[in-house]
């Protein structure tokens, strides 16, 4: 079965700091990745997403880069943190469109990021 | 821009006591995602419909999509406090990657 792992759980870091935090899946090949951000009790906005080694698409301007260094690997960063990066991260992973059921999203536990 | 509109954004109830909950959007989609998340947590995902007017049960959950594939509602029956979340409609489109999400609604089921 797929899993997907997301770290640090929490995260407090002052403004004007970097950021690194990371995604994992596993049990599954070439996987989509996503990156989405959510305020307290809101909805999902989507940052980034890949559907390939070395491919990222960004869904939002702001500080914030995506990488995906590996095939199940996805990393979310910022050179320097604001205010307004505070917030819950979590990281996704579909299906490739040609492979099983489409559209599909399973989602890892979340960073709870407080920028202080 | 595709907008996927849930109502209501919050939802207070008895328990034992049936709810609906509504997406809607001007756009016609390929399948839908219903998920629940807890605080805290992750999204996790409940049902996809992919066929208009397809009707899906998950015990107590009753979800439908609309004929025109631009809706879909989610019925709770006999509602109990487990049931208590964030739920989160998400709606695809042919030849994208990406889900629309809804805003959520929010519900609390009061023991």
């Known amino acids: 079965s797929q899993t997907i792992h997301q770290w640090p759980a929490t995260l407090v870091q002052p403004v004007g700091s970097p950021l690194s935090l990371e995604c994992t899946v596993e049990?599954?090949?070439?996987?989509?990745l996503y990156w989405y951000r959510q305020a307290a009790g809101r909805g999902l906005q989507l940052l980034f997403y890949?559907?390939?080694?070395?491919?990222i698409s960004s869904e939002v301007p702001q500080n914030l880069s995506a990488s995906r260094p590996q095939d199940r690997q996805f990393i979310l960063s910022s050179k320097k943190l604001l205010l307004s990066d505070s917030g819950f991260y979590l990281c996704?992973?579909?299906?490739?469109?040609?492979?099983?059921?489409?559209?599909?999203?399973?989602f890892g536990p979340g960073t709870r990021l407080t920028v202080t | 821009t595709q907008l996927l509109e849930q109502s209501p954004q919050f939802l207070s109830i008895q328990e034992g006591e049936n709810l609906t909950v509504y997406c809607n959007s001007s756009?016609?989609?390929?399948?839908l995602q219903w998920y629940r998340q807890e605080p805290g947590e992750g999204p996790v995902l409940l049902v996809t419909?992919?066929?208009?007017?397809e009707v899906k049960k998950l015990k107590r959950l009753t979800f439908q999509f609309g004929d025109a594939r631009k809706d879909s509602s989610l019925h709770i029956t006999a509602a109990q406090p487990g049931d208590t979340g964030l739920y989160l409609c998400?709606?695809?489109?042919?030849?994208?990657?990406?889900?629309?999400f809804g805003s959520g609604t929010r519900l609390l089921v009061r023991p």
């Open positions: 996704a992973w579909s299906k490739a469109l040609a492979g099983g059921f489409p559209y599909e999203q399973y």
């Open positions: 049990g599954t090949s070439n996987p989509n």
């Open positions: 890949s559907v390939g080694i070395g491919q």
């Open positions: 756009s016609v989609f390929s399948s």
């Open positions: 419909v992919v066929t208009g007017g």
């Open positions: 998400a709606g695809a489109m042919d030849s994208s990657y990406k889900l629309i």
